[in-house]
């Protein structure tokens, strides 16, 4: 079985609080983008495995993917193995999910092979168990995420528009973002979502674009604003940092902006791995 998984961007990030987990509150719009990995399943195995050609994408179970599979074995009392190779094509440590998605896309497949076993909502409950971001790929599509990232209510206001990401190639690591986080110096930016659903056109949509952890994140990877800059100087409608980093994503109204945009970027920062891709709604 081949699977697309696809990336994420966040169009704002608000951090609302810290709990007494550990873990931080949040409430953020996030999106699929048509930049995805592609998860191929061979069933039928002794034991569940997977491959990466990736250096840094874990072939144990650390691998969130691996983990999907042991968890959906194990609700389910299916005695069976599993191969999942992931081709990886979204960038790691970038703030797109690329590892959350893997985990979704393993789960929705193997219950697609097994005639769907398990019921939405146990899937989305065992999706919660392997991360925050988990849950929203088993729907994928636009929504507003608050407590840790795992309650979605759906945002239809979402239209499909051009997107250039650029990725800094400098992982930053979500850990290290959120322990330097000083919430009383973030913008204390309280998003009312019912604004979200009266939006009339799509160049409004930029107007919300905020992420508190973007400043942490740049003190870290400097390159991260001089991307964000860049996008703006080439006619980007409005950008932004996506999750904790180090990805930056420029919104656009047309392909053709966009894609010289690309060009011009991409001939100026050999460094720099540019994406041109669109948002999925």
Avoid at 14 to 27: A, F, Q, S, W
Avoid at 113 to 141: C, Q
Avoid at 197 to 207: A, G, I, N, R, S
Avoid at 267 to 274: A, D, G, H, S
Wanted: net charge positive; proline share 5%.
């Amino acid at each position: 079985m081949k699977i697309q998984s696809p990336a994420k961007i966040n169009l704002f990030l608000e951090v609302t609080g810290k709990r007494p987990d550990g873990y931080h509150n949040l409430n953020t719009l996030m999106c699929c983008i048509g930049l995805s990995d592609t998860i191929r399943l061979t069933f039928g195995q002794k034991k569940i495995s997977v491959s990466c050609a990736h250096p840094d994408v874990p072939e144990d179970n650390t691998n969130l993917a691996f983990r999907a599979a042991q968890i959906f074995f194990d609700i389910t009392r299916i005695r069976d193995g599993v191969h999942i190779d992931i081709e990886k094509i979204i960038p790691i440590g970038a703030g797109l999910g690329g590892g959350s998605s893997n985990a979704a896309a393993v789960l929705k497949g193997l219950n697609s092979f097994y005639g769907s076993p398990v019921s939405r909502e146990a899937l989305l409950h065992a999706a919660r168990s392997l991360g925050a971001d988990v849950p929203f790929f088993i729907d994928g599509k636009p929504a507003v995420a608050t407590g840790i990232g795992d309650i979605l209510t759906p945002c239809d206001c979402i239209k499909s528009c051009p997107i250039l990401l650029v990725y800094p190639s400098v992982p930053v690591s979500t850990a290290v973002v959120y322990k330097n986080l000083n919430l009383t110096l973030t913008k204390n930016k309280k998003i009312n979502t019912k604004n979200l659903f009266k939006l009339k056109t799509w160049q409004d949509v930029p107007k919300l674009l905020f992420n508190d952890l973007e400043t942490v994140a740049s003190s870290i990877c400097p390159e991260i604003q001089k991307a964000k800059a860049s996008l703006l100087r080439h006619d980007a409608l409005g950008a932004l940092m996506t999750g904790s980093g180090s990805a930056v994503f420029g919104l656009f109204d047309d392909f053709d902006i966009a894609k010289k945009a690309y060009n011009a970027i991409s001939q100026n920062n050999r460094m720099w791995q540019l994406h041109l891709s669109h948002l999925v709604v």
